[in-house]
Structure formats: structure tokens, C-alpha cells
């Protein structure tokens, strides 16, 4: 057991990674500076500094970083840190049981409207509630506000409230406890979640149609059957922590967050120390290669490698007996299960490199060691890869609110005729701050796999060389983020 902190502590034990992130960044962010004459041309398509330039700095940040966190960081010091509780009124009031039934209805018809809409509105992506609202504010809007003010999903989860609710029915109706639900079996982990949040990318990524309104209504019932199902099998909290693929995917970005939750009280802690505590439970390595994988395809599929490679695939799916149109989703199946692959085995041969250092520590152990040190990459590839389209696509919700079905002359609010205003923000920010998002988070990540490696090895200079191993991979998972930035800038 170690011993608690000293007050002063948490400012001290960050200091090491705000040096490794000021080297880093300095490096690549005045190696633009020196060539801002030559501008960005026409917009989005060129960065002020050429691409093999760029990808070479971004490299030489994470190397900075390393070399600063080996330097400057001899102990571990993500486990160790003050809980900094806020107002015991402020935690009563935001953590009470009438504000979690309101949130929890709020979710219910957010859930019922997406449904609703989907199924009886008019059948244009652009003009209907559903798509907008699942692709844009849930799945992607979700992603900053967990990382900034913690596990928000899990008071507004849906099929967390109606589960909640029917248990406390049907408790109410038999007058004692219902019969227990089974136990969860420990091999299954999160490989529920895995499932879901793989169908969703395949339904995002790779069917035809895959945004049109009814199709996703439907998807939304077919997943509310079965983790109702799940609920009903393993009760509902359990199957929320470990098998609802949402709240497994937001709890998990959740722990980047400063903020944090003990029993009744809410505290504040140091970003990234969350992760410190991720139980590594089975399918939680593969869960966030289905993260960074099905993003990175996103990318990939812009580029003019997929694009000529696309077709011969399908070609050949084709000549098997397969629609052109079933052909080509085969295609962008296989296309987006390789990339999930390249990025699982890619993170693999790390942890098998560290495992040649010494002490005993089977790769097997250390894959599930090192995984909390991938969460960073997935929230830097989810920002910098649809920073724009969050920003103008979010906008719709102010016209889609008002009229959620697309009929004439609905206008609830007074704001469907509110136009998308495109100045928001920059070409030159966007480009910056997708770069900024990349670099910041895979220094995130290297001090989260450097502060674990200082837990498992006995001597610092083993953690050390252990890493040169994960220094590869970030590497590499930077490179990957900064080529699909740049080809899809082109």
C-alpha cells in the first residue's frame, strides 16, 4: 500500500508530462512557423510545410516525449492521487434520484423520437431527426463531453432507464425481491460490447443505406431488443458496465475525464488517471481496436489506395454469385475487418517486443497491462478525423428539432429554417487542431504505457526498455492518423 499524497503532490507529479507535451509540441508547432509564407493554397488542400516533413516531426514529438518522460519520470504516479471532492450541495443535487428519473426520461425520448422518426418521417438523411442525431450528436458529440465531464451517458442511457424501471415493477408487483439474475460469466468480459460497437460500425462503414432513416430506426430496435435481453439474463447494471456496448464505450473515455464519482460524492482527479484503475477485462483490447480500426478505415476509405482496390474486390465477390451492390458491401466488410486486425495485431507486437525485456511478464499479461494506454488514440483519431463534420453537421439539430419527421411546414421551435453557418471555424484551425489532437494524444498515451510499465518492472531502466517497444507503436498509430489526415485533405 502506498502511502497517500501530499497536498502539493498531484501539481508535481504532473509536471513531467506537461514537460514531455511542451517539447513535443514545440518542436512540430514552429517547424510550420518557419514556413507560413508559402499559406495553404486552396484551403484544405495543403498543409504550410510538406507532407513527409510533417509526418517526420510528428515523429520526433513522441521521441521528445520519450526521451522527457524517461528523464523526468522515475516512479509511478498515476495511482497515486488526491480525490478533490466538490460541494457536498453540488453532489446531492446533480447525483439525486428526481434528476436521474429526468435524465433517464430525457434518454427514453431521445430513443422513442429517434425510432419514431425514422420509421413515419420522410426517408432523407438530411432532412430526418435519426441519422443526425445517432451519427452526429450520439456518437460523436458524446465523445468530448465524457472526456471532459465524465460518464454523462450512463444518467441519460435509455436502456439503462427502462431496465431500471421495469425491474422496479416488477419488485413492486411480486411485493419482494424477483428471482436473481445469472451470474456474468468472467470470459465474456466486454466482448458483448465488442459485438455492438462492430455491428454499428458496419452499419455506419459498410451497408448501402446504412444512414437512411428507417434503416436506422430499425437498427435501433434490433439493439434495444438485445440488450434488454442482456439485462434480463445478467440484470441490468451488470450488463450496462460490461456488455451494453454505449455505456462500455462512453465509461471507458469517461475515465480520461476529471471528473469523477465515489459512492455519493463527485471529485475532481487529474485527467488521465481514470485509466490507471481499467479493470482489464477480456475483449477490452479488441474493443478499442474496433475504435481506432473502424475510424482509421473511415479515413482509408477516402484515400486512392482503397478506392482502386475497392472495386477489384468487389470484382471478385461478384464473380462468386454476389449483387454488385452486396459485392461491394463484402468489400467494405472485408476492407474494414482488416484494418481492425492491422491495429490489433500492430498493438500485439509491441506488447510481445516488451515482453523480451525480462521479469517474468508474459505478453498475455501485459496485453491487458498496457490497453488502458490506447484509450487516448481513440479519442485523438475520433477528433481529429470528424472535428468539421461534428462542428457543421451539429448544427442541423437546430432544424432538425423543429421539424423532426421533414414535413412541410412544421416548425416547432421557430428555428427550421436556421441555415448551417460554415464560418465557424476555419480550414487553417481545423488542420492545426486535428494535428494538435493527434500529437496530444499519443503523448497521452506514452505516458500512460510509461507510468504502467514503472508498476511492473522492478528496475526503471527495464520500464524503460520496455517501451521502446510501445514508443514504435504510437509511432506508428501516429503516422497512420497523420497520412489519413493528409489524404483526405487532398
Not at 439503462?160 to 419488485?171: L, S
Not at 469517461?254 to 482527479?269: C, T
Not at 478525423?385 to 421533414?406: D, I, K, T
Request: hydrophobic share 55%; proline share 6%.
Amino acid at each position: 500500500m502506498r502511502a497517500a499524497p501530499s497536498r502539493h503532490e498531484p501539481h508535481r507529479q504532473w509536471r513531467p508530462l506537461a514537460v514531455a507535451l511542451v517539447a513535443g509540441l514545440g518542436a512540430v508547432l514552429t517547424a510550420p512557423s518557419s514556413a507560413a509564407a508559402h499559406g495553404f493554397g486552396g484551403g484544405r488542400t495543403d498543409l504550410p510545410i510538406s507532407k513527409t516533413l510533417f509526418i517526420y516531426a510528428a515523429a520526433l514529438v513522441l521521441i521528445l516525449s520519450f526521451v522527457a518522460l524517461a528523464v523526468l519520470w522515475p516512479k509511478p504516479k498515476l495511482a497515486q492521487y488526491r480525490f478533490v471532492a466538490l460541494p457536498g450541495l453540488l453532489s446531492r443535487v446533480l447525483l439525486s434520484r428526481p434528476l436521474a428519473v429526468l435524465c433517464g426520461a430525457i434518454g427514453v425520448f431521445l430513443l422513442e423520437l429517434t425510432i419514431y422518426a425514422g420509421l413515419t418521417g420522410v426517408q432523407t438523411s438530411s432532412a430526418n431527426f435519426a441519422p443526425t442525431f445517432v451519427y452526429v450528436i450520439f456518437w460523436l458529440g458524446l465523445v468530448p463531453v465524457s472526456v471532459l465531464f465524465g460518464d454523462v451517458f450512463r444518467a441519460f442511457n435509455p436502456w439503462r432507464a427502462i431496465g431500471r424501471a421495469v425491474a422496479w415493477i416488477a419488485q413492486t408487483a411480486a411485493r419482494g425481491p424477483i428471482p436473481a439474475p445469472l451470474a456474468y460469466p468472467e470470459r465474456l468480459g466486454r466482448w458483448p460490447a465488442v459485438a455492438g460497437i462492430f455491428a454499428f460500425a458496419v452499419l455506419e462503414l459498410v451497408r448501402s443505406g446504412g444512414d437512411a432513416p428507417d434503416t436506422v430506426a430499425i437498427a435501433a430496435l434490433v439493439y434495444s431488443a438485445a440488450t434488454f435481453v442482456g439485462m434480463a439474463l445478467y440484470g441490468v447494471e451488470v450488463w450496462c458496465e460490461r456488455g451494453e456496448a454505449f455505456g462500455v464505450l462512453f465509461s471507458l473515455l469517461a475515465k480520461i475525464s476529471p471528473v469523477e464519482r465515489r459512492g455519493d460524492r463527485l471529485g475532481l482527479r487529474p485527467p488521465l488517471a481514470g485509466l490507471a484503475a481499467l479493470e482489464p477485462q477480456p475483449g477490452t483490447v479488441a474493443l478499442i481496436a474496433v475504435l481506432i480500426g473502424s475510424t482509421s478505415f473511415d479515413g482509408a476509405a477516402e484515400s486512392s489506395l482503397w478506392t482502386g482496390l475497392a472495386p477489384k474486390i468487389a470484382d471478385g465477390l461478384e464473380s462468386i454469385g454476389l449483387s454488385p451492390e452486396k459485392a461491394l458491401e463484402g468489400a467494405f466488410l472485408i476492407g474494414l475487418t482488416a484494418t481492425v486486425a492491422l491495429v490489433y495485431g500492430f498493438y500485439r507486437l509491441g506488447v510481445a517486443g516488451a515482453a523480451l525485456v525480462g521479469d517474468d511478464l508474459r505478453a498475455e499479461r501485459l496485453k491487458g497491462a498496457f490497453a488502458h494506454s490506447l484509450v487516448p488514440i481513440v479519442v485523438a483519431y475520433v477528433a481529429a478525423h470528424y472535428l468539421s463534420f461534428l462542428v457543421f453537421q451539429g448544427q442541423a439539430m437546430w432544424f432538425l428539432a423543429s421539424n423532426p419527421l421533414g414535413e412541410q411546414g412544421v416548425d416547432i421551435f421557430g428555428t427550421a429554417d436556421r441555415p448551417i453557418d460554415y464560418s465557424v471555424i476555419g480550414a487553417s484551425f481545423t488542420q492545426y487542431a486535428q494535428v494538435f489532437f493527434v500529437l496530444v494524444g499519443h503523448v497521452a498515451a506514452l505516458a500512460l504505457a510509461h507510468d504502467r510499465a514503472l508498476e511492473l518492472y522492478e528496475q526503471p531502466k527495464q520500464a524503460v526498455l520496455s517501451q521502446y517497444w510501445m514508443l514504435v507503436v504510437m509511432v506508428g498509430f501516429t503516422t497512420l492518423a497523420l497520412v489519413l489526415l493528409l489524404q483526405s485533405n487532398v
